[in-house]
């Protein structure tokens, strides 16, 4: 054990970390939080799979229409969206819910691809950006947060195994 504590000052300090890796994203993508902050309209709290849906769906409407990443996804990876999108409920619901349901593996197809078309930071922070857009459209409250603290944790992991991907392959053509 690393620690010698009670589990209350384990939450106390598993909270501040959390905390503190949210400060850290505000601080470096201050343009993909500033709709939270600024804007405040009537939004719901998001609750349960419908709102999973919601989210997932209307995300993917705007992936599909921004002139940067629709061609990627449409077209270079040839989504079928009649598979992907109930799998991104899955996800997302065991992300936001505790769901069981998401059996899969993400990193993998993200490999694949981007020995297809090269994905760049800059493609992650496009997704993040439109992710957060459109969970401020939607949402607010602490479901809401949490989706888009996960949802940059997830693309920051992404990107960096991606891009050790990209640097691989750029070795291996050497």
């Not at 905390?19 to 470096?28: D, G, K, P, Q």
């Not at 109930?86 to 349901?101: Q, S």
């Not at 459109?134 to 479901?143: A, I, P, Y």
Request: charged letters at 25%; glycine letters at 2%.
């Amino acid at each position: 054990m690393l620690f010698k504590t009670d589990d209350s000052e384990l939450v106390i300090f598993l909270n501040l970390h959390r905390i503190l890796i949210f400060v850290i994203a505000v601080s470096r993508h201050r343009h993909l939080f500033c709709d939270t902050f600024v804007k405040k309209r009537m939004r719901k709290q998001l609750e349960n799979r419908a709102d999973v849906e919601l989210l997932v769906n209307s995300f993917y409407q705007k992936i599909r229409e921004d002139a940067e990443l629709g061609s990627i996804f449409d077209e270079v990876a040839q989504v079928s969206w009649e598979v992907h999108l109930p799998k991104m409920y899955d996800f997302w619901e065991g992300i936001l819910f505790g769901t069981l349901n998401y059996n899969g593996r993400p990193m993998p197809p993200h490999f694949r691809l981007t020995t297809k078309y090269t994905l760049t930071p800059e493609h992650f922070d496009r997704w993040l950006a439109l992710f957060f857009q459109n969970v401020d459209e939607l949402f607010e409250g602490e479901k809401a947060d949490d989706v888009k603290y996960r949802a940059y944790s997830i693309a920051s992991i992404m990107n960096n195994r991606v891009q050790q991907v990209n640097d691989q392959l750029r070795v291996e053509n050497l």
